[in-house]
Nanobody, 113 residues
């Protein structure tokens, strides 16, 4: 049974940082292509970043240079380091395993002063 569990969200001031985690089970994590998406209230879900098994990363233009996606295969965990956060980054952030198409439940990130 595939399970993805996000954590690390919270309330942060503009300019601050957060690191999100996505703990995976039920998949061969080291072979997985993983991604982060986010959905703000009243908006469609949007892609944030992806990471291949080989370590290739890609980012949405809106987060490029501020966010970093990474993985720890020994811990079966995907990360999203978010720096220089802006109010428009406020959303529920979810991770996905592209092969199984399983999603996590999401973690809320709120950027506000």
């Amino acid at each position: 049974q595939v399970q993805l569990v996000e954590s690390g969200g919270g309330l942060v001031q503009p300019g601050g940082s957060l690191r999100l985690s996505c703990a995976a089970s039920g998949i061969i994590f080291s072979d997985a292509v993983m991604g982060w998406y986010r959905q703000a209230p009243g908006k469609q879900r949007e892609w944030v970043a992806s990471l291949t098994a080989g370590g290739r990363t890609s980012y949405a233009d809106s987060v490029k240079g501020r966010f970093t996606i990474s993985r720890d295969n020994a811990k079966n965990t995907l990360y999203l380091q978010m720096n220089s956060l802006k109010p428009e980054d406020t959303a529920v952030y979810s991770c996905v395993d592209y092969r199984s198409t399983y999603w996590g439940q999401g973690t809320q990130v709120t950027v506000s002063s």
